[in-house]
């Protein structure tokens, strides 16, 4: 069973930054698509950005590229978001989620691909 653990989330003023952390549990499999999703009230849960360590690769969000960075240790089975430059429009709850297998990087950032969800943290980022 595939378990995915969130920390690090808290509040933080304009301008500063934060690191979250997602363990992961269970065999996803070697071509595993790591992501961090985020959701505001009112607002669709959306992908902010992706690691497919298999390739190195890495994908992200419009909103946050040069901000964010998504980081993937195998060793420690952890996977990172070091957020920068917070504004208060990063606010929201987010999500680590996992996807197995080569046909998860059709669009690495859409939820709907995901079927591995952690519980999420809280992110609140005041002006």
């Known amino acids: 069973q595939v378990r995915l653990v969130e920390s690090g989330g808290g509040s933080v003023q304009a301008g500063g930054s934060l690191r979250l952390s997602c363990t992961t549990s269970?065999?996803?499999?070697?071509?595993?698509?790591l992501a961090w999703f985020r959701q505001s009230p009112g607002k669709e849960r959306e992908g902010v950005a992706a690691?497919?360590?298999?390739?190195?690769?890495?994908y992200y969000a419009a909103s946050v590229k040069g901000r964010f960075t998504i980081s993937e240790d195998s060793a420690q089975n952890t996977v990172s978001l070091q957020m920068t430059s917070l504004n208060p429009e990063d606010t929201a709850m987010y999500y680590c989620?996992?996807?197995?297998?080569?046909?998860?990087?059709?669009?690495?950032?859409?939820?709907?691909?995901?079927?591995?969800w952690g519980q999420g943290t809280q992110v609140t980022v005041s002006s």
């Open positions: 989620a996992a996807c197995s297998g080569m046909g998860c990087l059709k669009s690495p950032l859409s939820r709907l691909q995901y079927p591995y």
């Open positions: 269970g065999n996803t499999g070697s071509s595993r698509l």
């Open positions: 690691i497919f360590p298999y390739a190195a690769s890495t």
